[in-house]
């Protein structure tokens, strides 16, 4: 029985009830006061009993659990990209039947760092003299050169190719083929799916010129971009993982090998089973307005470097019949670069499934933003009536009263014309909205969420079989619409406003932005970009003056969480802060930060880009390029890279704690100084220290799938230099060095004995 307050109540006589509502009921006050404490205890209860088994207890009992089953303890993985040790302790026991094995390392691997993994056993790939009574035909010490999909994958972590011996240890990831080598592949970059996008469609500039015109990007920016695998997750825990279960680049040869596979067996009528274009196809391609995407056996996997027009059918002869039949061609697709042309030159649009990579939740994407959500624009806190909502897609209809826009500009010109405080702008499709121009209007106390996420429709209570969207209810994943255009905000108001702290505040959460943000001259309060991309090249945020203006937007705090954006210009202004947390910024222009009026807050931040600021307050960053600092008697730099103009000249920043390359040059020359060391060879110390102790970016073009991600052979000064043994920078919340620490700590005991694991890093 649940001890709520009605179940309570009514179990008092009818003859109580009658005489306490005669009264007022104040029998019932006291029985709901009484219920409150006693649905506090059933919970509590409840939980007590939850907390018995690992699948269900709370979050603090996992150690206890843990202690109970000997299973040693790890650094823990907190955050927003948090590993819980849940899965890890509930699988020991499975772990411990199994030691030795290598599916428990794969899956050892991603309960202990959260990372992908595969697991080769090196030996198994020695080229030997096969013993006659143990022959293994799967393994010729010879490559057969006719199979080209073993070959696309020789060197790589599904390499079935026989190696010679290699003598190095495979331990620092040098060597991989001997006896006692066993090799974790990771891959650090994560899948993320976009589903009905709009397809980017470009002009041909092939050289030599193509016969084709144009052709299509997935990428709704017009970016040659490598596709990825969306992983199927796997069912059991002795299971080695295959290419379809991992976040892998697409290939190919893979793709074009199935796809022709396909079109054989139609011809030949018998039963084919997918891999990548199964269930849940790697990608799928929707020409025009159509319902029903491109069927697999009319892709053609091929290069269209040189946008070549493909055939439009290709003959297969039959193996029942021996007569050829034509197996029709719709599009062509390169997954490597992320293009596709149509072999019908009329079809002018397209929409696509597909899945790109990146390493965090960093950005716009098609990840959970739920948490992301400002509380003051949530359901919980107020009444639907007291929230403004509105919609925007190019496909979903509305169900009731509420009003859903086919164009941004028209939901913002809605928020311009009322006076709604509390105001949202919910983006419901991964489309693109090209030609937007916003100017957006921020009146005196207003506040305004334009956010990518779903507005449910939600069943009414009162009504059968109706449903209804209330406003405040957002589902903030799967989403990522692309802005093309300027975004303007004008905080205008009365000479008599401009002093008090009561301007708009607004905030921009999940969207793609191809062109810039623009703050005008006003009064605003407060701008917050979280989770989002502001194209690098379009000049991120500019709220600067070509002449001082000091009086406005005086009380301004621009806010940038866990986004990208390009180059900020605070200019000629007064403003009050700019804060910036887990994000990329740069990499427009050779300035990435200009504020000399204005204070500059930066956490857990890759800069590309120069830096000029009033002050600066700077923990756990990476500055790419130099920092000009007016006021270095205020605020501090900790644990940061600070490059120098040269080994002899100190940055012109304020005090810097344990940044990097300052600290290694010190503590050598410290080491150096107490060995005798002449100035000749200090200077040669330092010269050697700052050429070396510098980033290392797998790469800095916007657009790649490694964007702003630390090299593996970046320096550990760097790469483990934060206050807490992460690495600088953006991605500091993903912890990488406590994910690998955690997990060799964890592999030798599930190793066999003699046998030594060593860790690749796919991506």
Known sequence: MSFTEKNIYELLPAYYRAKDAEQGRPLQALINIIAERAVALENNIEQLYDNWFIETCEDWVIPYIADLLGV??????????????????????????????????????????????????????????QYMNHIRLDH???????????????????????HAADVRHVSNGRGKYNIPNIGLFIWRIQSYKVMMADARMLPCLASPPSTN????????????????????????????????????????????????????????????????????????????????????????????????IPPKSISYQSANTGLKQSMPISVAVDPVKGRFVFTDPSITKARVNYSYGFSADVGSGSYDRQDAIPENFRFSNHSPKDIWQVGVSKTIKSIGSEK???????????????????????????????????????????????ISADWPAIPDENIAGVSLRIPGILSANRLQPLIAGNISIDPALSPSDFETQQGGQITL????????????????????????????????????????????NQWLKINIQKSICGPVNLNNTEFELLSIDDSIIGNGSDYALLSMNAALQLNRTTVFGKVISKTISADNCIFNDLIKIERKQTGCIRFSFVPFVDPNTLPETPRRFRCQPELEINTQVAIAKKDGASPAELSKIRKQIFQSVVPA???????????????????????????????????????????????LTALDEYLRVGLESGLFYVT
Not at 142 to 158: I, Q, Y
Request: some cysteine; aromatic content about 8%.
């Open 404 to 450: 859903i826009y086919t164009t941004i500009a028209q939901a913002v010109n809605d928020w311009n014309n009322g006076t709604q405080r509390l105001g949202i702008i919910s983006i419901m499709d991964s489309k693109t909205y090209d030609n937007e121009v916003l100017n957006i209007q921020m009146g005196k106390n207003r506040q305004l969420l334009i």
């Open 140 to 162: 010729p010490a010879t490559a057969d050169l006719r199979l080209m999909n073993k070959l696309d994958l020789l060197g790589s972590s599904f390499d079935t190719i026989a």
């Open 509 to 552: 959460n999940g969207l793609l932005i191809s062109g810039k943000i623009k703050i005008t001259e006003g009064n605003l309060q407060s701008l917050n970009i979280s989770n989002c991309s502001l194209v690098p090249a379009s000049n991120g945020v500019d709220a600067g003056f070509d002449t001082t203006n000091v009086r406005s």
């Open 72 to 129: 040693q303890n790890f650094t823990p993985i907190k955050g927003s990209s948090a590993v819980s040790q849940r899965g890890f302790v509930a699988n020991t026991l499975a772990y411990r039947r199994r030691k030795g094995i290598a599916p428990v390392l794969e899956q050892l691997a991603n309960d202990i760092s959260g990372w992908n993994a595969h697991v080769a056993e090196f030996f198994q790939l020695l080229a030997t003299t």
């Open 213 to 308: 015109s144009f052709y299509f990007t997935f990428n709704p920016l017009g970016y040659d971009t490598q596709l990825f695998n969306n992983p199927n997750t796997e069912t059991a825990i002795i299971h080695i993982s295959e290419e379809i279960n991992l976040p892998v680049l697409l290939r190919s040869r893979a793709l074009y090998d199935e796809l022709d596979a396909r079109r054989r067996a139609i011809v030949d009528g018998v039963t084919f089973t997918p891999v990548f274009f199964g269930d849940a196809p790697v990608f799928q391609i929707y020409a025009n307005e159509n319902t029903l995407p491109v069927p697999p056996q009319e892709i053609l996997i091929c290069d269209l470097e040189k946008c070549c």
């Open 697 to 743: 970016f797998v790469s800095t073009n916007y657009g790649h799938y490694a964007y702003a991600q630390l090299s593996t052979n970046c320096p550990s000064q760097i790469s483990a230099g934060a206050d807490d043994g992460a690495e600088m920078g953006a991605f500091h919340l993903l912890m990488q060095p406590q994910r690998k620490a955690n997990l």
